[in-house]
């Protein structure tokens, strides 16, 4: 028996205003008939349909099989209920658009199917790490496939006898909400992506099964206490900007379905409030998303990442639509749906085409240098993108100083990533999986993620005692977040990020302030990275970079090991770690690399307690699951130390013309004149008369703040929390 709760009351109310009817959940009737009649009228509407037809049709004329669940991912039975619940989707948006019944007796046979076999599915056997389903290896497929299957059930609802209804309710919706709530709980009321999808899941299933304890479970969890389902993950996944804690990869996986149930609660229970709830949490989402990609639309894959994910992939064409339909019509969301090429069957894909046939060359979107806060308060950290130059041929600097990123995050706070001519120059690892790749462990993630890819070893950030942060301990890390301190992009000249640390080793504090800057000297902005360190005890510190491209040149000799490797320790990632050469700078070290058309180098505060290595991502990999990437890595044995490296792209490289210039870095010499928990103040000299000093405030950030440090014969003198001196 139902509680008649207010919550009840208003959602009874709420689908008796809406007068039901079906379709109701994405697609409405009112909406097909309107795409309907406008075919011939807008191209990319077309193409949508054509595809569709393209794909239904070429499943019409082929065997329909629905196997016993057997594979892991990547494998024939997975790929096979993948495809099925595509193909029924599909048909059920043409048969409304159409009318042709034909589509609509395909998901029918298709679903007898199913109906026939379901009951009969027990745990799938190759569920082993994640909570396993029944028809795949993990139950976040299962609740993909209903989601697009009950989608297709309600385009073909009224179509359909009420005995075959109540047979495909009886044998496959009900018994897998059931299967979802009872058996996946964990699942249902977790914060998570996964939490997102089962909860959309059931509670489309519910709305159009006239279950309304299942619409409510999913809005406010299976406990009905408001503390899980579908309203607290937009309260607790999203920051007030609108930044999702799991990271751009995953961001771009969970807008699907936030958008998806968004669009069913918008249709079928307005009073919600949906698109405007937690001041308009879903269109800050899409925004925060698009800018935490690259401008080949890539996302930077912090956390667990793969990275041939990109802004085109199907799971934004619904975002973007709903977006710019439901909010201002932002024709800068036009120039990305343009680029997909190809819109949602939905009532917003036809306000995009017509969009489009309005503005046909709309404005670029619009890469920014900004900071997006952390945590559902944005008071846990967070992440800074500075940014130079035009979309053809931007810089972009990714610094990380935010929460843990529940399941799917590293050990990497303070590790940034660095981004030129359209590619990876300074990279994160991501992931270590291939998916969907039956042979690389089915598709999961291997075993290296955990032994590598998520440790601290594996990223652009300070590793202390060749451990990783938190001791690689999940729940310790969820505790903890670093602190911004300092953002500010005004000057596009000199823009800067900074945030601190205190937590990650016991005792070891650390201070991370990331520069940007462009002068008429040099090619290119070039970054200067200030990491303080500081900590009562001596410790081993390695501040590793993961570069891509080819070595080139160091200003000091090294040692290589052309005839044995040895690996660069035992645990926490570094028995991944090939050691291929070593050297030990006694002042400013260069190190230089090439990638593409420009040469790179980092320039280091070595000196005579300084060691480098060369190392090679693979060591320790029978299988070779890692890529065979190359790093080097800063070594210092010290209590405290601030580590000072400037990445600078300079010169010219034209293999066609055979022409190369100024392969040579422009910056030449680092001093540490003073840094510790007051200021860091920095001596910059290079070619060009290039004579700077970097003075960083360090414990007070305020704007007006005026500062005065003497070093030696020299006071320097700024207001402010940090000043470049070009003398």
């Keep these: ?37 406008n075919i011939g009228e807008y191209p990319m509407m077309d193409k949508s349909v054509n595809l569709a037809k393209e794909f239904v049709e070429n499943a019409m004329n082929s065997p329909m099989d629905v196997p016993m669940p057997k594979d892991a991912g990547g494998g024939y039975t997975h790929e096979r209920h993948k495809q099925n619940y595509n193909e029924m989707y599909q048909a059920g948006l043409l048969y409304q658009i159409t009318g042709e019944e034909q589509y609509a007796e395909f998901i029918k046979t ?53 005995e075959d209804r109540e047979l495909f309710e009886k044998n496959i919706f009900r018994p897998m909400t059931k299967f979802f709530l ?14 997102t999808w089962i909860v959309a899941a059931v509670g489309m299933a519910g709305l159009i099964m006239e279950d309304y304890d299942l619409v409510q479970k999913s809005l406010y969890g299976s406990k009905l206490d408001k503390k899980t389902g579908f309203m607290a ?101 036009l120039s990305i749906a343009k680029l997909h090429n190809e819109v949602s069957l939905t009532g917003s894909g036809l306000a995009v085409v017509k969009g489009l046939a309005k503005n046909p060359n709309p404005p670029q979107f619009d890469w920014q240098s900004v900071q ?82 998520l440790l601290t ?68 902005p070039a970054l200067i990275d ?64 090439w990638n593409g058309n420009r040469f790179y180098s980092i320039v280091s505060n070595t000196d005579e307690k300084s060691k480098v290595f060369f190392t090679m991502i693979g060591a320790e990999d029978p299988d070779f699951n890692l890529r065979n990437d190359p790093g080097m890595m800063r070594r210092r044995v010290d209590d405290n130390f601030t580590f000072v490296n400037i990445v600078e792209p300079h010169g010219i490289f034209d293999p066609t013309k055979e022409f190369t210039k100024d392969s040579y870095s422009t910056f030449e010499e680092l001093n540490v004149l003073k840094s510790d928990e007051d200021y860091s103040v920095v001596e910059i000299k290079g070619k060009k008369d290039i004579d700077w000093v970097l003075c960083i405030a360090n414990s007070d950030p305020g704007n007006d703040t005026s500062h005065s440090v003497s070093i030696g014969e020299n006071v320097f003198t700024w207001t402010g929390p940090l000043f470049l001196l070009k003398k």
Excluded at 4 to 28: C, D, E, F, M, Y
Excluded at 476 to 504: C, G, I, M, T, W
Excluded at 555 to 571: H, R
């Design 1 to 37: 028996m139902i509680k008649k709760t207010g919550l009840i009351l208003l959602i009874l109310v709420s689908i008796v205003v809406a007068q039901r009817s079906h379709p109701n959940l994405v697609l409405t009737g009112d909406a097909a008939n309107e795409i309907k009649e």
């Design 110 to 162: 298709m679903l007898y199917k199913y109906a026939e076999m379901y009951p009969g599915l027990g745990e799938h056997p190759e569920g082993k790490q994640q909570t396993p389903g029944r028809m795949f290896w993990q139950s976040l497929n299962e609740t993909v496939w209903m989601l697009h299957t009950i989608q297709a059930y309600d385009c073909i609802y009224d179509w359909l006898s009420a």
């Design 182 to 195: 009872e058996e996946c709980t964990h699942e249902f009321d977790l914060i998570h992506n996964h939490g």
């Design 233 to 333: 993950q937009l309260d607790l996944l999203f920051s007030p900007d609108g930044y999702y804690t799991e990271g751009g990869y995953y961001v771009r996986y969970a807008l699907w379905p936030f958008f998806i149930y968004a669009e069913v609660l918008h249709n079928n229970l307005p009073d919600l409030g949906i698109y405007k709830y937690r001041d308009s949490i879903l269109k800050k989402a899409l925004y925060s998303a698009l800018q935490v990609t690259y401008t080949n639309g890539e996302f930077i894959p912090i956390n667990d990442a793969l990275k041939e994910k990109t802004w085109l992939s199907p799971e934004l064409i619904f975002a973007v639509n709903f977006v710019y339909d439901h909010y201002e019509n932002d024709d800068h969301l």
């Design 372 to 453: 997006f806060t952390d945590g559902p308060d944005g008071k846990q950290g967070g992440v800074g993108i500075l940014r130079h130059g035009t979309p053809d041929d931007q810089e972009t600097m990714f610094f990380k100083y935010g929460t843990h990123g529940l399941s799917h995050g590293h050990y990497d706070k303070l590790t940034f990533l660095f981004y030129d001519q359209g590619r990876e120059i300074i990279q994160d690892y991501g992931a270590a999986r291939f998916l969907n790749v039956v042979q690389k462990w089915g598709g999961r993630y291997l075993p290296e993620n955990k032994t590598y890819a």
């Design 457 to 524: 070893v594996a990223h652009n950030t300070l590793v202390v005692d060749e451990k990783s942060q938190y001791n690689g301990k999940r729940k310790e890390s969820e505790k903890h977040h670093s602190d911004r301190y300092l953002f500010n992009s005004e000057n596009p000249d000199l823009q800067y990020v900074s945030a601190k640390e205190n937590n990650a080793y016991k005792g070891v504090k650390m201070h991370r302030t990331i520069v940007m800057v462009n002068d008429e000297i040099l090619l290119k």
């Design 530 to 593: 200030v990491y303080r360190v500081e900590s009562e005890k001596e410790h081993t510190y390695d501040m590793p970079f993961y570069y891509k491209g080819h070595f080139i040149y160091s200003n000091y000799e090294y040692t290589p090991f052309t005839d044995q490797l040895n690996k660069m320790g035992k645990a926490n990632g570094y028995q991944h770690l090939w050691k291929t050469a070593e050297a030990e700078p006694k002042e400013t070290g260069i190190f230089t690399w």
